[in-house]
């Protein structure tokens, strides 16, 4: 498997900026870029990442015991399955993410870590995902998934049709299961030097506002507090000051 160091890729920036180990020189470049251009990006990210781990707790405790994450990201402690494993055993775990990176070190994580996967594909294809063997291996769309869609659909441009994925994604799912979303917005400070970054990495930032990221909910019954800044679901401490200018939406819906 080939790894591109050439370029700044998203997983690696993501993982720079949240103090990870796995990135190289011009993803931390990147990462500086995007600090300077936004001086909460670190913040921001780390909200995005606290937002997912209390989502995912909602879910398991809810009672929804499979989760499907598609844009994982490289591994960072405590991941998904383990914040799920960690309330209640069995929790199945499938793992989605376009770069080699993110699979390469995800399957040394998960070896031997119970009913989890992790799979090499694209948002792009939902239709590959839903049927991916590793994917079925561990998820049964019969019964409830907490589809995970956090922070990677603003790698998709309006051209290649997000909402029509979320919708054939949506579509797959059970009564009962959760969609768990994030997305990155420039409602709350002016953010197109951190999209200028994003020119020279591997995938384009597309800012998107309320009602645009709303629309990702179709279908889904919102639960409290709706669609938020990541830093006000259901906060479990005071968010630090400067995050209202944070630059990401996050919300949680069920399918009824
Ligand atoms: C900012 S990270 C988010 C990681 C994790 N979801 C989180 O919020 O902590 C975005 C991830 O989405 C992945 N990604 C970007 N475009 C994608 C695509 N078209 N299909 C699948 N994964 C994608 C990147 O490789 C990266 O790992």
Known sequence: MRIDTSKPHPARIYDYLLGGKDHYPVDQEAGEALAAAAPEARMGVRANRDFLHRAVRHAVQSGVRQIL??????????????????LTGGVRVAYVDNDPIVKAHGDALLRGEGPTSIVLADVREPRGILDHPDVRRVIDFAEPVALCLVAVLHFLTDAERPERIVAELRDALAPGSMLILSHATGDFADRRDAQAVYGQATATLNLRPRARVEAFLDGFTLVDPGLVQCPDWRPDTTPPAGSERIGFYGAVGRKD
Do not use: F, R
């Not at 960072?76 to 960690?86: C, F, G, K, L, R």
């Open 69 to 86: 994450d598609i844009g994982a990201g490289l591994p960072t402690s405590p991941n998904v399955h383990e914040i799920a494993q960690d």
